[in-house]
Antibody
Framework: QVQLQESGPGLVKPSQTLSLTCKVSGGSISSDGYYWSWIRQQPGKGLEWIAYIYHSGRASYNPSLKSRVDISVDTSKNQFSLNVSSVTAADTAVYYC????????????????WGQGTMVSVSS | EVVLTQSPGTLSVSPGERATLACRASHSISNNFLAWYQQIPGQPPRLLIYGASSRATGIPDRFSGSGSGTDFTLTVSRLEAEDFAVYYCQQYGSSPYTFGQGTKLEIK
């Protein structure tokens, strides 16, 4: 069974770059038909999709964050990563990685497997 | 961007009864690509429904989804203790994917 595990710094200073990694276990990140996303949840608020990536490197971003976000994949390590630059307090959130199952058209964009999430606080 | 508005914000229902949660979209959702998730505090969301009405793997049949275009509903019949949580709708018919603000289902 595929599992996802986020890792990251926990605390980042304003204006710095936040770097997160999601390790995929129980399956290959290079399997056809699966895209890999980052989603965040600010304290007491809803969910916000940030970006997705395919094992080929093809990526898509939420326009609201696109200028500050970079998503990448490392198939040799079976993981994908997220960098968010110039962070502010508004970037304080639980960051989740999730699998977007595209084996069937009707599930393309629905997230069927999630990591447990990692809390990131932006503070000096 | 498609904005999703969920109602009500909080719903109080007794165990064993039925709960009906609504999700309205600002624009028609392409192919009815609408999903529902359940989130228990401290846990990640869990996919319940995709394609507006198809249950995800392992989801009990007391959860059902319906709707099309801009108006969608999640119904939870015969509420059990573990069903009291926050529920989110999400559209994936167009980019960027967007979520509703959530409905908290609480015990009456």
């Amino acid at each position: 069974q595929v599992q996802l595990q986020e890792s990251g710094p926990g605390l980042v200073k304003p204006s710095q770059t936040l770097s997160l990694t999601c390790k995929v276990s129980g399956g290959s990140i290079s399997s056809d038909g699966y895209y890999w996303s980052w989603i965040r949840q600010q304290p007491g608020k809803g969910l916000e999709w940030i970006a997705y990536i395919y094992h080929s490197g093809r990526a898509s971003y939420n326009p609201s964050l696109k200028s500050r976000v970079d998503i990448s994949v490392d198939t040799s390590k079976n993981q994908f990563s997220l960098n968010v630059s110039s962070v502010t307090a508004a970037d304080t959130a639980v960051y989740y990685c999730a699998r977007d199952n595209r084996l069937a058209p009707v599930t393309r964009g629905a997230f069927d497997i999630w990591g447990q999430g990692t809390m990131v606080s932006v503070s000096s | 961007e498609v904005v999703l508005t969920q109602s009500p914000g909080t719903l109080s229902v007794s165990p064993g009864e039925r709960a009906t949660l609504a999700c309205r979209a600002s624009h028609s959702i392409s192919n009815n690509f609408l999903a529902w998730y359940q989130q228990i505090p401290g846990q990640p969301p869990r996919l319940l429904i995709y394609g507006a009405s198809s249950r995800a793997t392992g989801i009990p049949d007391r959860f059902s989804g319906s709707g099309s275009g801009t108006d969608f509903t999640l119904t939870v019949s015969r509420l059990e203790a573990e069903d009291f949580a926050v529920y989110y709708c999400q559209q994936y018919g167009s980019s960027p994917y967007t979520f509703g603000q959530g409905t908290k289902l609480e015990i009456k």
